[in-house]
Every structure is written in C-alpha cells, then in structure tokens.
C-alpha cells in the first residue's frame, strides 16, 4: 500500500481549525505531547508499518531548508 501524498481530508479548513484550537492555551511542552499523542493514534489507526514508514520519510524530506 502506497502511503497517499494528495490531499485526502474532507474538511481540511475545518481540521486545521480543530488542531489550531486543540493547542490553544498550552505551553510547549503540553503541545508536543499532545503531537506525539496524536501522531501515535493516527499511526495505530493507519496500522501498516510500509506506510507508516513511507510517511516518516516523507515527513523528514519535507523539512525546511532552514533545518
């Protein structure tokens, strides 16, 4: 299975918004726990580990230039 790079939310405005709230009011490190938090449910959600790897390299590819 091929991890999707296309756009695939239903509502990608309204999630943003949802994510943006879910942080509002916590300090950096309540903020990153809720991230890892977050990434291992979504990971344990997806299940398959060619794609959870497929995304992991995606993610590191996509760093900033300033990193």
Known sequence: MLLINESNLE???T???ALIDTHREL???QSQA???R???LLANHIGRHDVL???LDA???CRSPHD
Request: proline share 5%; charged share 30%; hydrophobic share 50%.
């Open 53 to 55: 790897m497929q995304a």
């Open 27 to 29: 300090d950096e490190a």
């Open 59 to 61: 993610a590191r590819d």
């Open 34 to 36: 809720l991230n890892a």
């Open 11 to 13: 509502a990608p405005d």
């Open 15 to 17: 999630f943003y918004e």
């Open 38 to 40: 977050l990434i291992l």
